[in-house]
C-alpha cells in the first residue's frame, strides 16, 4: 500500500485513523513515510513501529524494514 500524506499534522491525523480503524497496512506505509521524514533516533522510533505491523500483516516490506534498522544501527543483525 502506498499513501503519501504531504505536511506533518495529516500525517499525525492518518496515523490516529489508522490506528483508531485497525488498518494495519497503511500503519506499515505511514509508519515508513514518518521515519522517512525523520531523523535519528525518531525516524528509528517510526521504523521500528512500521517493522512490527509489517511482521503482523506479513507484509513483503519486512525484511527490507528490518535491513534498514539493522543498517541505522537500531536493530542487531544475529548471525
Keep these: ?12 491525523a492518518a496515523l490516529l485513523m489508522a490506528h483508531e ?7 506499515v506505509a505511514l509508519y515508513t513515510q514518518a521515519a522517512e521524514d525523520a531523523g535519528g533516533t525518531a525516524a528509528a522510533f ?3 513501529h512500521a517493522y512490527v505491523f509489517a511482521l503482523d500483516v506479513g507484509a513483503d516490506a519486512a525484511p527490507i524494514l528490518r535491513a534498514r ?11
Design 69 to 79: 534498522l539493522i543498517e541505522m544501527g537500531a536493530e542487531v543483525a544475529v548471525t
Design 46 to 48: 517510526y521504523l521500528t
Design 1 to 12: 500500500m502506498s499513501v503519501a500524506v504531504a505536511d506533518r499534522a495529516t500525517l499525525d
Design 21 to 27: 480503524i485497525g488498518d494495519r497496512a497503511a500503519l
